[in-house]
């Protein structure tokens, strides 16, 4: 087998879809090894979960910097030092400066509680419910400048049921982004998924997101 892929996450949270990956890695279903957690907030269940795990983590705090601009080249300055190949943003909460999001074309990617295009941006639930959706989700997409606005590589779909509450949905749908996530960094790993110029699977450029059934 490949050498594992060197992977870097930045997260502001919790950190379930973290350890939604260490715990793919574990199982043996991720060849892939992490090489820094990061986070703009010191308290980041994320930070505890990667210290947990024995991933190197750094957290920097905005507030210490006169710019955005200065905080992203600090803090993706030290993702690119831990060599990394893939950066994960797995809940990361801040809108990155365009020149950092350029340096990581194609080699970045987020997750989004969203059937993207819809609902960019914060509280995906709660529009969903305020829409009169039947249909709720998750996406996973490479990064570019655009918040939430770059080529989505992969959906998570759930049903709308009559009386759900936000939390509710955010439970539900959480489930789907602990299996939608490590599928496409298992692609990406495994070189089935790319990037030239935009996304590529098995070779051909992608058109429309895949799904969970995609990856098997
Ligand atoms: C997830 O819903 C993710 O899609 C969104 O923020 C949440 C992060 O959850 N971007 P966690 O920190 O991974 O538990």
């Not at 892939?32 to 986070?39: A, D, H, P, W």
């Amino acid at each position: 087998m490949t050498r594992p892929l060197r992977v870097a996450a930045l997260a502001s949270g919790r950190g379930s879809n973290l350890a939604a990956l260490i715990a793919a890695r574990d199982a043996g279903r991720l060849p892939i090894e992490f090489t820094l957690v990061g986070s703009d907030k010191k308290q980041a269940g994320a930070l505890a979960i990667a210290a947990a795990a024995g991933i190197p983590t750094v957290s920097m705090n905005p507030k210490d910097y006169a710019t955005r601009a200065e905080f992203d080249a600090a803090l993706f300055g030290r993702v690119a030092d831990s060599g990394a190949e893939l950066l994960v943003l797995a809940g990361y909460m801040r809108i990155v400066d365009a020149a950092v999001v350029a340096h990581w074309e194609g080699r970045a990617i987020n997750v989004h509680p969203s059937l993207l295009p819809k609902y960019r941006g914060l509280h995906t639930h709660r529009r969903c419910l305020e829409a009169g959706d039947t249909e709720h989700g998750a996406s996973v997409h490479f990064v570019t400048a655009e918040l939430d606005g770059g080529p989505v590589v992969a959906q998570a779909r759930i049903p709308v049921h009559p009386g759900d509450s936000e939390d509710d949905l955010a439970t539900r749908l959480l489930v789907e982004e602990h299996k939608l996530l490590p599928a496409v960094v298992g692609a990406i790993a495994m070189g089935r998924l790319g990037w030239q110029d935009g996304p590529v699977f098995d070779g051909t450029a992608l058109r429309q997101p895949l799904d969970l059934a995609d990856f098997l």
